[in-house]
């Protein structure tokens, strides 16, 4: 088979697996298809299957293949952060910003310190710190992906749920929307790479200069040429910013941070973030599952896993409940405010990629946090759902 049909197959297998498991398997309740997708792409990676079935792997997921994936993968992934970016408000997370400081402050840093402690102790064994990552990177960035809480899937399993719109969903929003602004600035710190600092200054002062050009021109503009203009300032922004070394995942959060949602129709931009999640994301967790490592066994990673999890878990509650001391909310709001903000998929496992892109983190941390990830994930609505019912005069209060 040449490389076309080859990656035709591959597409096959991308959309038709995770499908079959979800939709036959009724796995909704435990696992959305999103994150049937994830597990998948772990599946059909070389740790499981490609080991498994050699043959397999080396005849359908060449090199060229893996590269086609790869070049539909980082586009879907740009535009989903780009989607991201401009849908970040921060309007009401001002209006009440001492109870929404308080708690994101809280939910983002107790989960981030042990995080970092879970961290230095993986120090104590090899294998964990990618070749170009120092061990203050390591440590910021294993220690931020268990502080990580996963808007754009938070915002699909509060629908699911029915809370998104109500005023609980709301304040949810708010804490999240402001850990979302820390993650990538906690990402762009990481990256800083003070052999290429000249650049990186140059391209900040370019993205500030370029981003207040743009935004005069978005107002001068019908709204079928801000669409347009949108996506040649996601490129622009991303290919700027992976130049400079900042890499371009920053880049495209940058792109649509500096845009106002209310310049485009919300109805159109949910249509899009729908239409990327089903048509080219499904791709982006293939391709993240191919980059799995399992060379130190199979029990070591999963047990860097579960100690992950549980500093992941264990601060993002901790951290709110403290938060919820401080602002005196009634029993039980906090815990369904930290399961809901512990969710972490989609952002994490993009942070992640742009840790291991970078070389500070190894295949093998890669997947423990993948499979955090996956986890955290996975425990949302099944623990959340019997709460919900036992609060109901929680679920009307908007501060």
């Given at each position: 088979?040449?490389?076309?049909?080859?990656?035709?197959?591959?597409?096959?297998?991308?959309?038709?697996?995770?499908?079959?498991?979800?939709?036959?398997?009724?796995?909704?309740?435990?696992?959305?298809?999103?994150?049937?997708?994830?597990?998948?792409?772990?599946?059909?990676?070389?740790?499981?299957?490609?080991?498994?079935?050699?043959?397999?792997?080396?005849?359908?997921?060449?090199?060229?293949?893996?590269?086609?994936?790869?070049?539909?993968?980082?586009?879907?992934v740009m535009l989903f952060?780009?989607?991201?970016?401009?849908?970040?408000?921060?309007?009401?997370?001002?209006?009440?910003?001492?109870?929404?400081?308080?708690?994101?402050?809280?939910?983002?840093?107790?989960?981030?310190?042990?995080?970092?402690?879970?961290?230095?102790?993986?120090?104590?064994?090899?294998?964990?710190?990618?070749?170009?990552?120092?061990?203050?990177?390591?440590?910021?960035?294993?220690?931020?992906?268990?502080?990580?809480?996963?808007?754009?899937?938070?915002?699909?399993?509060?629908?699911?749920?029915e809370i998104l719109r109500?005023?609980?969903?709301?304040?949810?929003?708010?804490?999240?929307?402001?850990?979302?602004?820390?993650?990538?600035?906690?990402?762009?710190?990481?990256?800083?790479?003070?052999?290429?600092?000249?650049?990186?200054?140059?391209?900040?002062?370019?993205?500030?200069?370029?981003?207040?050009?743009?935004?005069?021109?978005?107002?001068?503009?019908?709204?079928?040429?801000?669409?347009?203009?949108?996506?040649?300032?996601?490129?622009?922004?991303?290919?700027?910013?992976?130049?400079?070394?900042?890499?371009?995942?920053?880049?495209?959060?940058?792109?649509?941070?500096?845009?106002?949602?209310?310049?485009?129709?919300?109805?159109?931009?949910?249509?899009?973030?729908?239409?990327?999640?089903?048509?080219?994301?499904?791709?982006?967790?293939?391709?993240?599952?191919?980059?799995?490592?399992?060379?130190?066994?199979?029990?070591?990673?999963?047990?860097?896993?579960?100690?992950?999890?549980?500093?992941?878990?264990?601060?993002?509650?901790?951290?709110?409940?403290?938060?919820?001391?401080?602002?005196?909310?009634?029993?039980?709001?906090?815990?369904?405010?930290?399961?809901?903000?512990?969710?972490?998929?989609?952002?994490?496992?993009?942070?992640?990629?742009?840790?291991?892109?970078?070389?500070?983190?190894?295949?093998?941390?890669?997947?423990?946090?993948?499979?955090?990830?996956?986890?955290?994930?996975?425990?949302?609505?099944?623990?959340?759902?019997?709460?919900?019912?036992?609060?109901?005069?929680?679920?009307?209060?908007?501060?």
């Amino acid at each position: 088979m040449n490389t076309t049909e080859l990656f035709l197959v591959a597409m096959l297998i991308v959309f038709t697996v995770p499908y079959l498991v979800w939709r036959v398997g009724r796995t909704d309740y435990w696992a959305p298809l999103v994150v049937v997708q994830i597990i998948a792409g772990i599946l059909l990676g070389p740790g499981v299957l490609g080991a498994a079935l050699p043959g397999y792997y080396q005849t359908i997921f060449t090199p060229a293949v893996i590269t086609a994936l790869n070049g539909v993968a980082w586009w879907a992934v740009m535009l989903f952060v780009w989607i991201a970016g401009i849908e970040l408000d921060l309007t009401q997370a001002w209006i009440y910003r001492r109870e929404s400081g308080i708690t994101a402050g809280l939910a983002l840093g107790t989960p981030l310190l042990l995080g970092c402690v879970a961290a230095l102790a993986m120090l104590g064994t090899a294998g964990w710190v990618g070749v170009q990552g120092q061990r203050w990177q390591f440590v910021l960035g294993v220690g931020m992906s268990c502080a990580v809480t996963a808007l754009p899937i938070l915002i699909l399993f509060m629908e699911k749920l029915e809370i998104l719109r109500r005023p609980i969903g709301q304040r949810i929003l708010r804490y999240a929307s402001l850990d979302d602004i820390a993650i990538w600035g906690v990402l762009a710190l990481i990256l800083m790479d003070w052999h290429r600092v000249g650049r990186q200054a140059a391209f900040l002062a370019l993205f500030a200069l370029c981003s207040a050009v743009l935004r005069q021109l978005m107002l001068r503009v019908p709204e079928r040429d801000r669409w347009y203009l949108g996506l040649i300032w996601l490129a622009l922004c991303a290919l700027g910013a992976d130049w400079s070394g900042l890499h371009f995942m920053v880049g495209a959060f940058l792109a649509g941070a500096s845009l106002d949602s209310h310049w485009f129709d919300q109805k159109q931009m949910d249509l899009l973030r729908h239409h990327v999640l089903l048509v080219v994301m499904p791709v982006f967790f293939l391709s993240t599952g191919l980059r799995t490592n399992w060379d130190m066994g199979g029990a070591a990673v999963f047990i860097a896993a579960a100690w992950l999890l549980a500093a992941s878990v264990a601060g993002k509650l901790i951290g709110i409940h403290l938060a919820g001391r401080v602002l005196r909310w009634q029993p039980g709001e906090a815990s369904l405010i930290g399961w809901l903000l512990q969710t972490k998929a989609l952002i994490m496992i993009i942070f992640a990629n742009v840790l291991l892109d970078k070389q500070i983190i190894t295949s093998e941390t890669f997947t423990a946090l993948l499979l955090m990830a996956v986890a955290s994930t996975m425990l949302t609505v099944p623990v959340v759902t019997p709460m919900l019912s036992r609060m109901k005069a929680v679920l009307a209060r908007a501060s």
